[in-house]
Each structure stands twice: as C-alpha cells, then as structure tokens.
C-alpha cells in the first residue's frame, strides 16, 4: 500500500509541475499583458482620431476664411487703399495660420499611424498567443488524462489492498503517513529503516527478530511501521 501511496503522490507532483502547466500560465499572464497594452493603444489612437478631426476642421475653417477673402480680392471689388491693404494682410496672416495647422495636422497624422501600427502589431501578437495557449492546453489536457488513468489504476488497486487490512492497522497506518511525509510504512532492509535512514542498533534488531511475524512493529526513532523483508538482516 506504501509503494501505492508514494505512486499516487508522485502522480499528483508530476501532474502540477508538468511544464505545460507552467507554461499555460506563462502565456497567460502574457495574454493578459498584450491585453492591457492593447486597450491603451486603442485609445490612444481613438484619441488621436479625435485630435485629428479637430485639426481637420480647423484647417478647413481657415482655408474657408481665405478663400473668401482671396475671392473679395480677386474681385476687385475693395476699393480702399486701407480696406485693401489690412485684406492682404489677413489673407497672408490666414497663409501662415493655414501651413502652421496643416503642419500639426500632419504630425497628429503620423503619431496616428504609428498608434494603429502598434494596435495591429499588439493583436497579431495576441492572436498567436491564444493560439499557443490552446496548443499547450491541449498538450497538458492530454498528458493529465494520461496520469489521471494511472492514479485512477493505482487507487482501485490501494482500496482493493486496504479492504484485506484490519481497521486498526489502517487507520494507524493513515495517521503515521499524514504526519511523517507520506510514509507510514517502511521497509527494513539490512537492518536500516528505508522511512528514515537510520541503521538499527543491534539491541533493537535483536528485539524485532523476537516478534512473530503477525506482530506490527515500529521504528523507535521515526515511529513508522517497519515491514520486515527477506533481507532486513534479522
């Protein structure tokens, strides 16, 4: 039943370490970043457009006011010296508001495109590592089933085995192995206690050989039970 237990909990270490286990998280934690990166990408470039728009309709208005006023100059209907001189002075003030606006215009342009590139870039990334995420799911899902079959295989044989043991014996048996790593039976094997490591002094070797082979022994010093084998040197 010990060599069981020990299967079982190698089973379950094995089956928390696999490396895919700690390889989906990885890639989720990665998800859950190129998700957050994305988000404030996406609003930078909604931001953007915005800024855009307004600088859209600013240029827009300024040409609209030229035109016009190129249009009263081209007519020829202004017929003050003075009306005249302060129309070209706005239409010229007008030519330097217009190129400084386009040339901000432009800027908000490129700082757009870059924004979307990075939006594009962020979502091809976090398209392939959902990819990745379901490839590795489903490599781990597939090795778990795999040491699920056996622990299921293991435990059926250990309930068989603890059904053809007295109570008592189980029950003592449970309550060593819960409070000694794991083991809770040991084998003595040329007179040293496979649960602890430890040599038997001669006194105490003595003292096992006197038993019947019916009687449960333990170990003075770790306290488990000692299984006797054919070689523990009694």
């Not at 009306?83 to 490129?110: G, K, Y």
């Not at 959902?130 to 799911?137: I, S, T």
């Amino acid at each position: 039943m010990q060599k069981l237990d020990l299967k079982l909990d190698q089973l379950a270490h094995r089956r928390a370490t696999l490396p895919e286990v700690a390889e989906v998280q990885s890639i989720a934690a990665e998800h859950t970043r190129l998700g957050d990166a994305l988000v404030v990408a996406q609003t930078t470039v909604g931001d953007l457009e915005r800024e855009q728009k307004r600088a859209d309709a600013d240029v827009e208005q300024v040409r609209t006011r030229k035109a016009r006023d190129q249009k009263r100059l081209d007519s020829g209907q202004v017929s003050s010296p003075k009306e005249l001189e302060s129309l070209q002075r706005e239409v010229e003030s007008l030519n330097r508001r217009q190129s400084e606006l386009e040339d901000a215009e432009l800027e908000i342009m490129e700082r757009l495109e870059q924004a979307q590139g990075e939006v594009d870039a962020l979502t091809a990334q976090r398209q392939t590592t959902e990819q990745r995420v379901r490839e590795v799911q489903q490599n781990r899902d597939a090795k778990w089933a795999e040491i699920d079959q056996e622990a299921e295989e293991a435990r059926a044989q250990r309930a068989e085995l603890a059904g053809q043991l007295p109570d008592e014996l189980l029950a003592l048996y449970e309550k060593i192995r819960a409070s000694s790593g794991g083991i809770g039976a040991a084998a003595l094997r040329r007179r040293m206690c496979e649960g602890c490591q430890m040599q038997l002094d001669p006194a105490e070797v003595k003292r096992i050989a006197s038993f019947a082979p019916e009687v449960v022994i333990r170990h003075d010093e770790c306290r488990r039970i000692l299984v006797r084998v054919p070689d523990s040197g009694l």
